[in-house]
């Protein structure tokens, strides 16, 4: 049988609902295909053991551009407030970084007056410059051979950059290829505090904090985040799923026909453009447009004959690092637990568990040779204790997130029976070294690494990344350098998730820049759309 839309979105992630929300909008016949029964992509709820269930990918939910909110009219969803956005615990000390600058200033004092001073300047520091980022996510990537007209966009950028004014200018030049190490070095004096701080720059990287450009990916992690804040953004009030239910119904309001369990098997190409769309029990969707939000090596390595790809390109795209290092255990505890010292506000955020930065950059080295750390970061979230519904009644759900624990072990080999039970217990006691009574509490554990993540969320390696945020991997070179701006060799397919600009944890940004290249829309300027 052969059905014919204008255009298909592949995958219903933030970005395939955000991207066939716009498609539709401007009356194209658009059909959405997920591979997974339920809509979310990695905000998708994970039931681990009955009755307990979590969203391990989204305990930050990410930022939504209100100017995608507001172009797609998904009704944006209401955040939680959360006063103790990250706390240290660990070696019998704790720290907690509260929203309010004044508060974390007062809880730093004991350990350095000095630091508590210059609190505020950092934190304020963090946001102008994530502020900026914020801009330069708007819109999409410069085109380096662009026409001058196309650049007309960045002019806009750039008045913004010269806004910032010098002195802010070059410590935002300076700040993205630094090591956060040197950037909290810089700054601070307290070794728990500057630990506290630092994982921020190692989410969706396979580097430990001495690496360059991990300053670069802590103020990734920071756009649309809250003042104050020196970690992620608050939940949605209404449950890791509150997004995903407005971009659904956004979609349906503008015509989009949904398809959940259709696995995408090949995308058709007759004559250097796009024919249609092969789901995997055989069903053929002509289209001549298709948008993925899959990931780049999916997409081009999985689903086109690579006789209709140039060798540079493919080879680009073999060479984008999918190298996340990412592992998560989700707990089922038959109770809260506690964390002597810490108040039950502090645990209603993230809680990292590596004392110093030492330990982090030790906790990365592994990686680089492919073996799991053996005294690898955790850090922890509760998110039972914002939506009780995830638990049974009294119970909770515990979520912790590790790394490093790459996705092939040493000389290649796969994740065995020995490996996944060595990483298990190093996570549970790093947990029971801070949580007295841990081990007792837990009901049940799951642990998924990279290539159960993949096998799950359809991500090249089990990287959330869709590829690893590094500063040869954005703007003008994200998927590849040549074709960052959602158009691909393929005449009518278009590339729009998380592996395209402005990347991972902007719900919709990649989306709707795609749509609005498919679209033939003009870029929208800096600054116009905000
Ligand atoms: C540094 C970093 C920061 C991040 N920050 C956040 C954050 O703050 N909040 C957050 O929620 N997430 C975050 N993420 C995770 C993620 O990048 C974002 O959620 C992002 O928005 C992903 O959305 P997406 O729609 O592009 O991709 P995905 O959510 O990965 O969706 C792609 C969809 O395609 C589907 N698919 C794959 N193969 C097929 C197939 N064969 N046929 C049909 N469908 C298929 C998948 O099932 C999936 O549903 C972060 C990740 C990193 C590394």
């Known amino acids: 049988m052969s059905r014919s839309f204008d255009a298909v979105v592949i995958g219903g992630g933030a970005n395939g609902l955000v991207a066939a929300t716009a498609l539709g909008k401007s009356g194209l016949r658009v059909l959405l295909l997920e591979a997974a029964e339920a809509l979310g992509g990695q905000s998708r709820l994970v039931e681990f053991a009955p009755g307990f269930r979590a969203a391990p990918l989204a305990t930050d939910p990410g930022w939504l551009p209100p100017a995608v909110a507001r172009a797609t009219e998904i009704d944006s969803p209401a955040r939680l407030s959360v006063e103790a956005p990250v706390t240290i615990a660990a070696a019998g000390e704790h720290l907690t970084l509260w929203r309010d600058t004044a508060r974390a200033a007062d809880a730093i004092r004991p350990l350095s007056h000095a630091d508590a001073k210059r609190w505020p300047s950092f934190i304020a520091r963090l946001r102008k410059l ?42 935002f030049l300076r700040t993205l290829p630094m090591s956060v190490w040197e950037l909290l070095d810089d700054f601070f004096e307290s070794g728990l505090l500057k630990a506290a701080v630092a994982p921020g720059g190692m989410v969706g990287v396979r580097q430990g904090p001495r690496s360059g450009g991990t300053g670069f990916a802590l103020l990734h992690g920071l756009v649309g985040a809250e003042a104050g804040v020196a970690r992620g953004r608050a939940p ?78 493919l080879h680009a795209v073999r060479n984008i690092r999918y ?13 809260l637990p506690e964390i002597p010292g810490l108040t039950p506000e502090a645990l209603r955020g993230v809680i990292t568990l590596t004392p110093s930065l030492k330990a982090l950059e030790q906790a990365a080295d592994c990686a680089k040779y492919g073996s799991m750390s053996e005294r690898p970061h955790v850090e922890v979230t509760l998110p039972s204790l914002h939506f009780p519904g995830l638990a049974p009644e009294g119970k909770h759900v515990l979520v912790a997130r590790v790394q490093h624990a ?7 080999t796969a994740w ?40 799950r969320f359809g991500l090249t390696a089990g990287a959330a990344s869709h590829g690893e945020v590094a500063l040869d991997q954005i703007l003008f070179m994200r998927p590849v350098a040549g074709w960052a701006r959602y158009a691909t060799p393929i005449a009518g397919l278009y590339l729009g998730g998380a592996g395209a600009h402005p990347g991972p944890g902007v719900l919709g940004g990649p989306g709707w ?18």
Not at 133 to 144: A, C, F, G, M, S
Not at 156 to 171: I, Q, S, V, Y
Not at 406 to 412: D, I, Q
Request: no cysteine; hydrophobic share 45%; net charge negative.
């Open 406 to 412: 790459p996705y092939r072990l040493g000389n290649g």
């Open 323 to 335: 190298r996340d290092s990412t592992a998560w255990v989700l707990y089922a505890l038959a109770g």
């Open 130 to 171: 994530a502020g900026f980022l914020e801009t330069l996510y708007r819109v999409p990537p410069p085109d380096v051979n662009a026409p001058a007209g196309e650049l007309l966009s960045f002019i806009g950028l750039a008045r913004r950059f010269r806004g910032l004014g010098r002195e802010d200018m070059l410590e």
């Open 416 to 455: 065995d029976a020995a490996g996944r039970e060595t990483l298990e217990r190093a996570v549970t006691d790093a947990i029971a070294a801070v949580i007295p009574g841990f081990v007792g509490r837990v009901l049940h554990r799951t642990l998924l690494v990279p290539p159960d993540i993949e096998a």
């Open 236 to 313: 949605w009030r209404d449950g890791p799923e509150a997004f995903t239910r407005a971009a659904h119904e956004a979609a349906l309001r503008a015509g989009v026909t949904v398809r959940t369990g259709a696995q995408v098997a090949r995308i058709e190409v007759r004559d250097e453009s796009v024919a249609g769309v092969v789901i995997s029990t055989g069903e053929t969707i002509s289209t001549s447009r298709v948008l993925s939000t899959a990931d780049a090596a999916r997409t081009f390595l999985g689903w086109v004959d690579p006789v209709w790809l140039d060798p540079e390109f």
């Open 513 to 530: 820049l795609a749509a609005q290249r498919l679209l033939g829309n003009r870029p929208v300027r800096a600054g116009e759309s905000s």
